[in-house]
């Protein structure tokens, strides 16, 4: 503990570590010498060709992949052309760049997923040197041809590929060369002898670094930072100039002393870094040069590889792997020698505190006095979350959550954190995962994508503790990691299908979120169609099943899933493609099982296709329904002779349907339209598409009684509605000789108050007069008040002895009838008596 | 409100917030395709639309120009056409004629189109037949409610009720279900749902999938209880003729979306106004649940109190006017406008329905629902026919008979039909047909028939299945059952006792004392009991499909939010039942939410299962 600052290295006013994370797992005979290596940053995995460029075609070179600690993950004979260039995609994907420009894709487990090229002409040119970037629109690849001409793909999920322009007196490849991500544009800068170039879309510009004079040399090695912001370039003088990499600023320029250009040289910064540095890396010597021009230099016995990260360099050696970073402001802080940080303080009066002496409360006082014991806590929280080794995390948390006592309104949240992401981080760190992430990686890669890692890694238990352990939402935490356990399982080829759909069933369960058709889904991607079978009938939501039944041409239970599910568009979803797929007899055979379909496919055919309706219905025998399907065609009709025959149509399924009501009224219909197109082409009356009702108004009202008489006699049209008509008819032409002829006719069925009324609505009291007298007695008085006789009203009234009949007329009588009202209030009592 | 409330009643909760989700909504759509743009809107949006977003909110979002969808070519000269319509097949082909035209004189323009509330595959699969799928893009405005009122809210699908039960078209469904899962999840969660009907069942069952397969989160409730209730559990309601204020300014003048248009007779100009109709207009808001017959009497006094506000300047100094003139006078005037409409409107309505008819057509509907003089009935409804007083009218006193007599005498049923069809039309004949397929207006079964045809399917199948069997035919033969359920649950109330309608006893009142509303009384009993125990008589009567689930925010059966009952109604529901829900609330201390599918009554009704061409 004594020692934590045994491995720093003073470098300006800040510190270097180099601390080890792994003794490397893997067991390499030769090295890392002769191989093609590329390591993902962010802890990602290692692959490795050996002699790629041995050509013999008896020894084919092996590819090999491994984690980051060197287990190994995959190892397989490269079979395909010779690989000019390694490089790991954002989502841990292997691109294997070859000399004919095509680009080989394998998932983290090598497994072959797809390739694409860099275009038609590099077959011919060949590729000579290539590179793999990250920019935020995700993963690209940059290639220098035999041509000298530069070939981009920004994005190798969206693939557009951009051929730069040319550089002017550029043959073979330049001396060196870096992809730039500026202003959102994908730029190459390169070197080509004396001179410095900046490629863009369109044009190809000479630059100069600012303040590197001529003398300095040509430039030999470049070097970009993690985040595109700075570069570093190495002259063939051995100058190291750095700046930012728009290039119009210089932060340094360094005599390194050394006149072969490095094999290796990436920046090593970190976050808010005090003092960025490059790293160099020669035979057998890594210089870390600080941007204070003050430089470190370890020796190496290795061949090693440089990986840059966010906050850091890793170097792989054949044995194993270290960190080199900038010691972190708060642990220089606390573990400085003889520092005076609250930090410090608390950790130094918490081992007194162990120690059972007094000193801790001499320290815990000295801080307190100048009220920094809450910085102390943070320090120490913040401390703890950058070192690697689980003892040093130990003792700073302690040392916390000892000053924490001290403290009353501190909140725990940043300590509880940081414990939990702690433990997550050294669960992921251990030697058989193999995901060295710093604190500041972490952050940076977030939670989610952490476990998605796990998962893609196929670390299922660890993904599933971790999301317990953390309380992620099962939404986003335990149930995404089953999913993809599941979908992972159905492909198990060892394991029979009732093994594997029981296997799934017991650990997925009913967890929210996972569904199972979506396991099924991968199963039948495998071309396992029973287990996805099988799997399916554990969907609890059977609206999910339809579009994998569909796929596997299980339609039938597709069309009864759907039904169930209740959701319409799923149904009629089905019955389109049944509609396709069947002929039509089966088709119909189907829906007729499906009360729901059917339905839903007879609205759409009422709009869309009619005949089809009638095809339906006759399949059915449904005469019913065919005959109301006749009737509204008939309706659409024009012509007289068509509608006619629709109309005989539906007469015939409606006797068929045992329906003869209807088919009386039908052929009832057919009489009346030929009577209105007799007499419409005799009379020109207008009467076709009139109902008989109508017919009969507009031949009373055309004088044309007798057809009137004939049509209610044909039909048989009551006597009631009849002389109702008429009665209306006439007064409404004010034929009043006609109507009293009419109401002698004979007795009128509908009472004379009818009449009465009627003459009153056409304000004729005269005539209406004429009926009073013929009205029965019980509506007498109704009559008299009618046509406003109160007279007669209260006569009648009297004469009745009707209580209610007097009530009534003595509330239509008014004031000055006075008369009448003694007559009516005298009559009352005579009736009460009885 | 006329009467007094019961002090602790809860206090309803916010819907404005639906209309600020669904404006939001609104505009994020119309800004995804940027630049000037014409819009056409389905004509039964237009006054939804009208409530959530104005013609300036519209033009703000680059909407340059609004036209009605009317089903022909179109003469915008914009480049860019976003058509909001409802998922209708017939609006969607149009839009295909419409974009194939400007193929056709190769012109070239951007079509969008939004689904509300949602897009049908069927849709798609038109635009997808007429060959334009690719050049037109699609989305869905999830537009599902709109709050009428403080307590009404409404889908404003009225295409729900024919879809639905008479063409057996379930697509409407899931719709319901992600209204209540909309609801559910801003103010619920509900502690217990209750429902009666296949398709309230359908809509439940959607609603829980929804919310299984979202998030939950936890959150104070805002609404305790759901009832989902279908409309076909309760034809008799809106098939009687209203006489609540409300009910009756639908049944003439019709409401549209909480909006009424008063002609000249009204307004006593040369005018028509159009009105909003809810709790914001004080007068209207006291009268709205009254019995016609109070009306007259509160605006009076109404008239009486507004005179002496006026009167109050009288003898009032200076300052006394200023002040009067700045606070009060406002108020008053505007009081002042709206009472003088509704005393025209009331006057009118007396017009219409103090008249001698009037009064002999509520007498038959009262003696239908008491089962009484059933025959005089009857010659009234031929009469009614001979006169040709009303077409619907006349269906709908039919359909009336037809379900409170379990069916027709097979005499009348063929003789009325007869009479009806001579005097409008043969066409009626599909208008018979749908009425048949719902149970409005059947013949009674003659027993034989179906017996016959149970024992011959009987003898094909084994007894389990014929169990099964018999079972289907009952539900086949659509009994209603109307007089068991009427005693069952009291429904009529004894018509020898006087009833005052000034202090309404029950929700009988609504319908001046003869009938309470069988969908009300469902809502209350199930409510008192606590599910459906005890009333597995009724139950069986209405055909089954009830339930009763306890949900899972059930926390605090003692808070406020535990009064608060929404009320759903799949197909429709009238004012009158809203006006008796109302009273019901008022007695037994809870709020009711009414979510209805749209605002029908006994024309909308009957008019929506017309068959025939007019």
Redesign the interface.
Known sequence: MSFITANWNPLGEAFYRKSELYEMSWNLKDGLRDCLVSAAPYGGPIALLREPHRRSPSSRPQLEIYSASGVSIASFPWKSGPVVHLGWTVNDELLCVQEDGSVLIYDLFGSFKRHFSMGQEVVQSQVLEAKVFHSPYGTGVAIVTGSSRFILATNIDDLKLRRLPEVPGLQGKPSCWVVLNQDRQTKVLLSNGPELYILDNTSCTVVCPPGLGPQAGSIVHMSVSFSYKYLALFTDCGHLWTGPSHLQDKMSEVDTKKSTPPKEMVWCRRPKSQQPSVVLMWERLLMVVGVCQDTIQFPIEDQCVLVGELDGVRIISSTNQELLQEVPLVCQDIFKIASMAPGALLLEAHREYEKSSQKADEYLREIKEQSMLGEAVRQCVDAAGHEYDTNTQKSLMRAASFGKCFLTDFSPDPFVSTCRELRVLNAVREISVGLPLTHTQFKQLTLQVLIDRLVYRQFYPLAIEMCRYLKI?D?QGVSRVLKHWASCKVQQKDLSDEAIARAVCVKVGDS?GVSYSHIAAKAYECGRTELAIKLLDFEA?SGEQVPLLLKMKRSQLALSKAVES?????V??VV?YLKNEMNRGDFFMTLRNQ??AL??Y???CK??ETETLKDLYNQDDDH?ELA?YY??AS?REKRLENRLSLLQSAVDEYNKAKNE??AK??E??MR?LRFQRKLDDEKGAGLLE?????TMEALLALGLHKQAEQLYKD?R??D??YW??KLKSLAEKEEWEELEKFSKSKKSP?GYLAFVEVCMKSNNKYEAKKYVSKVTPEQRVKAHLAVSDLEGAVDAAIERKNESEMGAVLSRCSASDRLLIDRLNRARPSTAKK | MAHSSRRDCPELPDFSLLKRLARDQLIYLLEQLPGKKDLFIEADLMSPLDRIANVSILKQHEVDKLYKVEYKPVVSTSDQLCFLIRPRIQTVKWICDVANADKAVGRFRRYKIIFTPQKFFACEAVLEEQGIFGEVTTDEWSFYLLPLDEDVISLELPEFFRDNFLAGDQRWVRTAGSALHLLHSLYGPFSKVYGIGRCSKMAYESWREQVEQGEQRARQAEIGKVFLIDRDVDFVTPLCSQVVYEGLVDDIFRIKCGCVEFGPDVTSSDKSLKVMLNSQDKVFNEIRNEHFSNVFGFLSQKARNLQSAYDKRRGMDIKQMKSFVSEELKGLKQEHRLLSLHIGASESIMKKKTKQDFQELLKTEHSLLEGFEIRESISFLEEHISRQVSMMESLRLLCLLSITENGLLPKDYRSLKAQYLQSYGADHLLTFANLKQLGLLVEQPTGETLTVMESKVGKLVNDKTAGKLSDAFSSLAKKSNFRALSRKLNLVPKSDEEYDLRVPRDMAYIFSGAYVPLSCKLVEQVLERDGWTGLEEVTRLLNGHEFAVTGSGGADSKSDAQRIILVMFLGGCTFSEISALRFLGRERGYKFIVVTTAITNSSRLIESLLGNRA
């Open positions: 939402p939404y929210p939501r209740g959701d319409t568009d799923l009629y979803t389109t009360p729901v339905s839903l007879r609205q759409f709009l869309q019913q109301n009737v509204t309706y009501f209807s009224a039908t009832e219909e009346l009139l109902s008989l009702q109508a039909f049209v009551p009631k509605r109702w008509l509908i």
